[in-house]
């Protein structure tokens, strides 16, 4: 007869890790951010020496415009494949390998004059950034969960934005080294040095985690699925439109702003620092405050409609409103500089739209697009912002080198200001277009759901 074998006790289940502790957790999105931090530190450090690469290295302002749009046109390569890479490396070594890769880029950037290695420093960085932070946010969704996860998006979000606003006040606690265009960029280097140390310090967190905790699943990085667009709706594709002209306007602003500031303006470096500075830190502030106002009362494409309306007029009222007297602008531990009063206040809204309309418009997207295509409606988005960001810089830097903007000429700069307008009034046409569509009978409820109601 055969003879039966028990069955061994162990062959039970394997017994559920225990989850993470807090100190844990909160530890990776310290270190996620800090890597995020520096990422978006070197981006922004080379508007700040604009005026000096023009003066010492005779850069043309549509050659600043093309330092600005290669970063996108590597962005757009790395966002068709960025997912797979990420799933394929995992994100331990994706997020270690991609800051190294900036910090070879600021690097780049750093240490030549010759205008080619400059771009291709750039260039390189678009290759790090854009999957770092793509990265980044797999990391948040596999570490936090439920209502937590929104909060540490929050956080990061605000540490990354962090490293735009400490790029723009490195004009105050950094203003001896502007000097020339170089040390500047070489600060910018040496952030990016702690931005890889925060990774590696992940990457050890992490390893240290795996067998001992039990780490929650990211979601996998969806590729674009381009057989499928046509099946977006409408209020999508509004969106998309407006997401692309806002950003192309609001980014590219950001680029040339210090140096407009300090050519159009009469101010000095450390005062157009500060005041380029409110914009990134409008959205530190106001974006998740925005984010619980607009959850409770619903009406988002009104919001962005009304953000969008708000913008039309900034950019002409810098150019043509008189400047009004000088008032103390104060960043605590920063620094303080003399701004004209009429830059504050547009500057001021300008950091208020650049707060509202993000916080409603990419959630927004969760309403309109079922779940199980979100991946593909986030991708295309992004592709199309980068699309959008990418074509603007050499557009205004060539207005501005045809029309002979400086200092001698700062009516020069006007066409580059109208070109804005036309930006941000076509972004008004397509909130208007959402607006009416999601107050009619293919609402998705944009405007009616808020926490009370539900979905």
Same mark, same amino acid.
């Given at each position: 007869?055969?003879?039966?074998?028990?069955?061994?006790?162990?062959?039970?289940?394997?017994?559920?890790?225990?989850?993470?502790?807090?100190?844990?957790?909160?530890?990776?999105?310290?270190?996620?951010?800090?890597?995020?931090?520096?990422?978006?530190?070197?981006?922004?450090?080379?508007?700040?020496?604009?005026?000096?690469?023009?003066?010492?290295?005779?850069?043309?302002?549509?050659?600043?415009?093309?330092?600005?749009?290669?970063?996108?046109?590597?962005?757009?390569?790395?966002?068709?494949?960025?997912?797979?890479?990420?799933?394929?490396?995992?994100?331990?070594?994706?997020?270690?390998?991609?800051?190294?890769?900036?910090?070879?880029?600021?690097?780049?950037?750093?240490?030549?004059?010759?205008?080619?290695?400059?771009?291709?420093?750039?260039?390189?960085?678009?290759?790090?950034?854009?999957?770092?932070?793509?990265?980044?946010?797999?990391?948040?969704?596999?570490?936090?969960?439920?209502?937590?996860?929104?909060?540490?998006?929050?956080?990061?979000?605000?540490?990354?934005?962090?490293?735009?606003?400490?790029?723009?006040?490195?004009?105050?606690?950094?203003?001896?080294?502007?000097?020339?265009?170089?040390?500047?960029?070489?600060?910018?280097?040496?952030?990016?040095?702690?931005?890889?140390?925060?990774?590696?310090?992940?990457?050890?967190?992490?390893?240290?985690?795996?067998?001992?905790?039990?780490?929650?699943?990211?979601?996998?990085?969806?590729?674009?699925?381009?057989?499928?667009?046509?099946?977006?709706?409408?209020?999508?594709?509004?969106?998309?439109?407006?997401?692309?002209?806002?950003?192309?306007?609001?980014?590219?602003?950001?680029?040339?702003?210090?140096?407009?500031?300090?050519?159009?303006?009469?101010?000095?470096?450390?005062? !157009? =620092?500060?005041?380029? &500075?409110?914009?990134?830190?409008?959205?530190?502030?106001? /974006?998740? +405050? *925005?984010?619980?106002?607009?959850?409770?009362?619903?009406?988002?494409?009104?919001?962005?409609?009304?953000?969008?309306?708000?913008?039309?007029?900034?950019?002409?009222?810098?150019?043509?409103?008189?400047?009004?007297?000088?008032?103390?602008?104060?960043?605590?531990?920063?620094?303080?500089?003399?701004?004209?009063?009429?830059?504050?206040?547009?500057?001021?809204?300008?950091?208020?739209?650049?707060?509202?309309?993000?916080?409603?418009?990419?959630?927004?997207?969760?309403?309109?697009?079922?779940?199980?295509?979100?991946?593909?409606?986030?991708?295309?988005?992004?592709?199309?912002?980068?699309?959008?960001?990418?074509?603007?810089?050499?557009?205004?830097?060539?207005?501005?080198?045809?029309?002979?903007?400086?200092?001698?000429?700062? !009516? =020069?700069?006007?066409? &580059?200001?109208?070109?804005?307008?036309?930006?941000?009034? /076509?972004? +008004? *046409?397509?909130?208007?277009?959402?607006?009416?569509?999601?107050?009619?009978?293919?609402?998705?409820?944009?405007?009616?759901?808020?926490?009370?109601?539900?979905?």
């Amino acid at each position: 007869m055969p003879q039966h074998t028990p069955a061994p006790l162990a062959a039970s289940k394997p017994a559920e890790l225990p989850p993470p502790s807090p100190i844990h957790r909160w530890l990776i999105l310290l270190f996620v951010s800090l890597a995020m931090f520096g990422n978006y530190y070197v981006y922004d450090s080379m508007w700040p020496v604009i005026d000096l690469m023009r003066s010492q290295l005779d850069f043309s302002y549509e050659q600043i415009g093309y330092l600005s749009s290669v970063y996108n046109a590597a962005a757009i390569m790395v966002l068709l494949v960025g997912g797979y890479i990420i799933d394929r490396w995992g994100t331990k070594k994706a997020i270690t390998v991609f800051a190294l890769i900036c910090l070879f880029a600021a690097f780049l950037t750093a240490v030549s004059s010759r205008y080619e290695v400059i771009l291709a420093g750039r260039f390189l960085l678009g290759i790090g950034a854009e999957p770092l932070i793509v990265a980044a946010i797999t990391v948040l969704s596999k570490w936090f969960k439920g209502k937590e996860l929104s909060f540490a998006f929050g956080v990061n979000l605000s540490i990354s934005r962090l490293g735009s606003a400490s790029a723009d006040w490195s004009t105050s606690f950094a203003s001896p080294l502007y000097a020339n265009w170089q040390d500047p960029l070489w600060l910018a280097t040496a952030v990016a040095g702690i931005s890889v140390t925060a990774a590696i310090l992940y990457w050890i967190m992490e390893r240290r985690a795996e067998g001992r905790f039990q780490i929650g699943n990211a979601q996998a990085a969806e590729q674009i699925d381009f057989r499928s667009l046509y099946k977006f709706s409408a209020s999508y594709w509004y969106i998309v439109a407006l997401c692309v002209v806002f950003y192309a306007a609001i980014f590219p602003f950001r680029t040339f702003a210090i140096d407009y500031f300090q050519q159009a303006h009469g101010i000095t470096r450390e005062a !157009a =620092g500060l005041l380029s &500075s409110l914009l990134p830190v409008a959205a530190i502030i106001l /974006t998740p +405050l *925005f984010g619980l106002w607009v959850d409770k009362v619903g009406r988002r494409s009104l919001f962005m409609a009304a953000g969008t309306l708000v913008m039309v007029p900034l950019f002409l009222a810098v150019t043509y409103l008189p400047a009004g007297p000088d008032i103390n602008l104060v960043i605590p531990f920063i620094g303080s500089a003399p701004v004209p009063l009429t830059l504050f206040v547009v500057i001021f809204l300008l950091g208020a739209v650049f707060s509202l309309i993000p916080a409603v418009m990419w959630p927004s997207v969760a309403y309109i697009v079922e779940e199980r295509r979100l991946g593909s409606a986030f991708a295309l988005m992004t592709l199309c912002q980068q699309l959008g960001w990418m074509v603007v810089p050499p557009i205004v830097g060539l207005l501005n080198d045809i029309n002979n903007a400086g200092p001698e000429n700062t !009516a =020069g700069y006007a066409p &580059s200001m109208w070109f804005y307008t036309g930006l941000a009034t /076509t972004g +008004l *046409f397509f909130a208007f277009k959402l607006w009416r569509n999601e107050t009619g009978p293919n609402a998705h409820g944009l405007e009616r759901i808020t926490t009370k109601t539900g979905v």
